[in-house]
């Protein structure tokens, strides 16, 4: 089967994902931001759908993304979602936090 | 939280409806979008939504994660269970006003007393800064506090051991223009340091106070201007005459500034007026009267009451190390004046069994409620045990039970703050309008508004009880077995009766205690207005009059054709209070602190006191002060228990703290010539005087009130000496009543105390009533299926009746016995303290179990018909 192949996402690292998804500045709404991460990933991560609304909900509570009700590319009415200035500082925090902890991971890996 | 946060927060709360569409449409949108691409890869219309679904997972969920994030869920499940309560209470109306009612009439009665105890223990005084005001004295070996001479006090100023301002207090009764008048003499920093200004004219001031004599002024408080002078635009100016001295009124103070104190203070002189006023040695002379009641002050600042009171402590033995042991400083009270009432172990002593009382009251209502909700929470059982298997969680159902409660708390604690406002009000009135009329005049109380403290308490005492009434049954109906619930059984569960019969027993208690106790009052204040106190005070007129026109008095008095007969006392009987020497006989017996009066002769005939045995004082012996005196026959018989006690000699000591208004025996030693009848010169609810001694006087003596026993009605011959006096004597009379005001006044406080003991106790028992009659009828009910049972297998209307009574009756003799027990235990601690109160009084132990025990079955007897005539057939078909 196909989806042996794809990763479940670590625990915390969907918001980042989603922060990074929405960096290039374009409001996406829930779907498409499911579909960016799996594309990117060249199909290897795979999002779990139901833990991606709850997501974007908190990421909004925080104030790193804004929502906003558009429509969609299908002319259909979508809730938009696009980084705020915090969230973008909030990405460079999560960014730098990552690189570290997979540098980490890495040099741990190699020595053993 | 961040304002982003918040303002999502708000949204959701009040446009829940919407934000819950919105989440709704983008859940939508995404499955709508998945299906679509599974179309897109292939899948059949049908199955590419189910594929959709499938990846998503539980929809509900996610939705349910989401709105947890709103954070909001609180607050939603609050209004929810608030939405729900309302509509059964829209369902039931009934039941809602009843425990309203009840609750309310509860918090009422509390919310009342708690009016009154907060003017008077809490409520900062209207003055400035009340918290750092101090009053301050030494007291000696035996305990008793010091009054001060105005040399201590200056040295007390000079020194400042821990206040940094100072004032000295006298308190001086007055009577002006047939009204009295309660006040004080004052240093003339007074207004300064309490920061008390006035409404009319100026304060005292310290030039008032500058030297001995000066200045012949006073200060009227707001209150008596109004009520005493009926606000006189034109009263600065004008002279008062306080005993018999002129005073000339130049100020009013502002309004609601009483003074320190209980009392509200009705008027200010300055204190260098002590002399004149009250014609006694000179103040600043060489006797070095003590005169300062207390002394007043402010902590300074930053100092800690332990630290105040070592350096007073030790400024206090300084002053006092020339003095003899008796009356060296042996430590000090530093007392809070920030209330009017401070609070000490004595005010607390006071107020508890008065709040023990009421809140009684108010538990017995709680208990009333909690079991209405018990028996409805189980009327609803089926509803509960449904919601229960369904899933429901039962905190949650408790919670949703208890803001039931919470909202019938709310509009009864309204309601009661309504019933407290009446109830302070009303009781006042009913206070001053049963009062003995001359009493009234003496009786000046504190306003007593409803401020925040008040509002604060019936807050959370409505709060408390809706716990208390709402939280057991709660917890009770939810305890459902789910399985039994499931199969249909919801009445099986016993367990509540055990909770609702010791609700029942608890009221059943509360009432007997309630009931006998103001029962044993009742007859304790009954015993006391029909005491014989062993003299006649019909008839009789008592004065006070200062010495300057003491002479002319008497002989206007005594050529007024009312008058029959002019006696002195040094001390008026029911006055509650005489003062003590310590006497002995040659033989050793001694009497510590044996009470004493100085008599004229017709003092005896005139109250009709008998002499026993020897004979009276002559006229003779009266003028010289001879030193001889006639005992009462207790005191006779504590001295020489097994002789006559005419003609043998009594040495006599004096009590050092005797207050320097007393007259003091003039003789070291006195010869006994007569035994006098006991009577009750002191204080009628302490009984007759266990010992007293009596020395001749003559009217004219200095120090000595003047009895006057009148020809026909004596109220409006007294109104009328007392005008015609105020004419001819401007400021002479000082005190004038009737000597039957004094009696009446006298037990007037027990009167009072058992009617309010009796309509507590009479409101403890309805709602006892209500209480056994409301559980006897949920309990018929519930078991009409069993009684319906037991009829149709041929039981008796007589044996159901039983069955029923028999129930009521066995939690009826329990809660009359465990109140009468308790009865037993606060009637013997009323009794330890006054005379008259019988700790085993029959009638009122009788009469309140009785009166509770038919109460109780009267409330028993109409569950038990009605159970009586439950039709077997429809019973058993019910099911």
């Known amino acids: ?112 | 939280m961040n304002w982003n946060e918040l303002l999502l927060r708000i949204r959701a709360l009040i446009l829940r409806k919407r934000v819950e569409q919105e989440l709704d449409e983008e859940l939508q949108f995404h499955l709508e979008m998945e299906a679509r691409k599974n179309a897109a890869a292939g899948v059949r219309e049908g199955e590419a939504a189910l594929l959709a679904r499938i990846r998503f997972g539980g929809f509900q969920q996610v939705k349910e994660e989401c709105r947890a994030i709103r954070g909001t869920q609180l607050i939603e499940t609050v209004l929810q269970d608030i939405r729900y309560a309302l509509k059964s209470f829209r369902r039931s109306p009934t039941f809602m006003l009843t425990v309203v009612g009840t609750i309310a009439l509860g918090l009422g009665l509390n919310t009342a007393l708690f009016t009154i105890f907060n003017a008077y223990v809490l409520r900062p005084l209207s003055v400035r800064d009340p918290y750092s005001l101090y009053s301050f004295t030494w007291i000696d070996r035996a305990g008793e506090g010091h009054a001060f001479s105005w040399r201590e006090f200056e040295s007390f100023r000079k020194d400042k051991p821990a206040f940094t301002e100072t004032v000295a207090v006298q308190f001086l009764y007055a009577h002006v223009n047939g009204h009295p008048l309660m006040g004080e003499l004052v240093t003339g920093n007074y207004f300064q340091v309490l920061g008390g200004s006035v409404a009319l004219g100026r304060t005292l001031l310290p030039t008032d106070c500058s030297a001995p004599g000066r200045e012949a002024v006073i200060v009227l408080s707001y209150r008596a201007w109004q009520d005493k002078f009926g606000g006189d635009p034109n009263v600065v100016g004008k002279k008062l005459w306080l005993h018999g001295y002129p005073l000339e009124v130049v100020g009013v103070a502002k309004q609601g500034f009483n003074g320190v104190g209980d009392v509200p203070r009705e008027y200010w002189a300055p204190i260098t007026m002590a002399s004149q006023l009250e014609d006694g040695p000179d103040l600043f002379g060489p006797d070095h009267p003590n005169a300062m009641s207390w002394i007043l002050g402010r902590l300074k600042p930053g100092s800690s009451v332990s630290q105040a009171k070592a350096a007073l402590t030790g400024w206090s033995q300084q002053m006092t190390a020339d003095l003899a042991d008796s009356e060296k400083a042996t430590g000090v009270i530093l007392q809070s004046r920030a209330t009017a009432i401070s609070v000490t172990p004595e005010a607390v002593a006071f107020f508890s069994p008065i709040a023990a009382a009421f809140g009684l009251v108010l538990l017995l209502a709680c208990a009333n409620v909690a079991n209405m909700m018990l028996a409805r929470a189980m009327a609803r059982q089926r509803e509960i045990g449904i919601r229960l298997s369904l899933g429901a969680g039962r905190r949650r159902l408790i919670r949703q039970l208890l803001t039931e409660s919470i909202l019938l708390a709310i509009p009864a604690g309204l309601a009661g703050f309504v019933i407290s406002q009446a109830t302070v009000q009303l009781s006042l009135r009913l206070m001053f309008a049963t009062m003995p009329s001359d009493f009234a005049e003496f009786i000046t109380t504190l306003p007593m508004p409803a401020d925040a403290r008040v509002f604060v308490f019936m807050l959370a005492a409505s709060l408390v009880s809706a716990v208390l009434f709402g939280l057991a049954p709660a917890i009770q109906a939810t305890r459902n077995n789910v399985m039994l619930a499931a199969r249909g059984e919801f009445t099986t569960d016993v367990r509540p009766a055990r909770l609702r019969n010791m609700l029942v027993v608890g009221q059943i208690t509360a009432s007997v205690l309630l009931l006998i106790c103001s029962g044993v009052l009742i007859r304790g204040a009954d015993r006391m207005r029909n005491f014989a106190i062993g003299f006649r005070t019909h008839g009789v007129i008592i004065m006070g009059i200062g010495e300057k026109l003491r002479t002319s008095v008497i002989a206007r008095l005594r050529s007024e054709p009312m008058v029959e007969m002019v006696a002195a006392a040094g001390s008026t009987p029911l006055n509650g209070m005489l003062p003590s020497v310590s006497v002995s006989t040659a033989a050793g017996e001694t009497v510590p602190s044996a009470w004493y009066n100085h008599v004229s002769p017709e003092y005896f005939s005139l109250l009709e006191i008998p002499i026993l045995r020897g004979r009276n004082f002559t006229g003779d012996e009266a003028r010289s002060r001879a030193p001889l005196a006639i005992i009462s026959e207790a005191t006779a018989r504590r001295l020489w228990p097994n002789a006559d006690a005419v003609g043998q000699e009594i040495r006599i000591q004096h009590d050092p703290h005797t207050n320097w208004g007393e007259q003091l025996p003039q003789h070291a030693a006195v010869r006994v010539i007569g035994v006098a009848r006991d009577i009750v010169t002191c204080s009628i609810p302490w009984g007759k005087d266990p010992s007293l001694l009596y020395f001749p006087i003559t009217p004219a003596s200095a120090r000595s009130s003047l009895l006057i026993r009148v020809k026909g009605n004596v109220e409006p011959t007294c109104r009328r000496l007392d005008a015609e006096l105020a004419v001819m004597a401007p400021g002479a009379v000082e005190e004038i009543h009737p000597l039957d005001q004094y009696f009446a006044g006298g037990i007037y406080p027990f009167r009072a105390a058992s009617w309010v003991g009796s309509a507590l106790g009479g409101l403890a028992l309805v709602l006892t009533l209500s209480g056994i009659y409301g559980v006897l009828s949920y309990l018929v009910t519930q078991r009409s299926k069993e009684i319906g049972i037991r009829i149709a297998l041929g039981a008796t209307t007589r044996g159901v009746t039983r069955l029923v009574l028999q129930q009521s009756m066995r939690l009826a003799t329990m809660g009359i016995g465990l109140g009468a027990m308790l009865s037993l235990g606060v009637s013997r601690l009323l009794g330890s303290h006054l005379v008259f109160m019988n700790t085993f009084d029959l009638l009122a132990y009788g009469g309140g179990v009785l009166l509770v025990a038919s109460a109780c079955l009267a409330a028993a007897y109409f569950p038990s018909r009605r159970a009586a005539r439950i039709n077997p057939i429809e019973t058993l078909r019910y099911d």
């Open chain 1, 1 to 112: 089967m196909q989806q042996a192949s794809r990763l479940d996402l670590l625990q915390g690292t969907l918001d980042l994902l989603i922060l990074r998804t929405l960096q290039s500045g374009q409001a996406l709404h829930g779907w498409a931001i499911s579909e960016r991460i799996q594309q990117i990933s060249q199909d290897v991560l795979r999002v779990n759908q139901g833990s991606l609304y709850p997501a974007l909900h908190r990421l909004e509570h925080q104030g790193w993304i804004r929502a906003e009700w558009g429509v969609s590319e299908l002319g259909r009415r979508a809730r938009f979602y696009c980084l705020t200035a915090s969230g973008r500082r909030q990405l460079n925090v999560e960014t730098q936090n990552w690189g570290r902890l997979t540098a980490a991971i890495g040099r741990v890996l190699e020595m053993a």
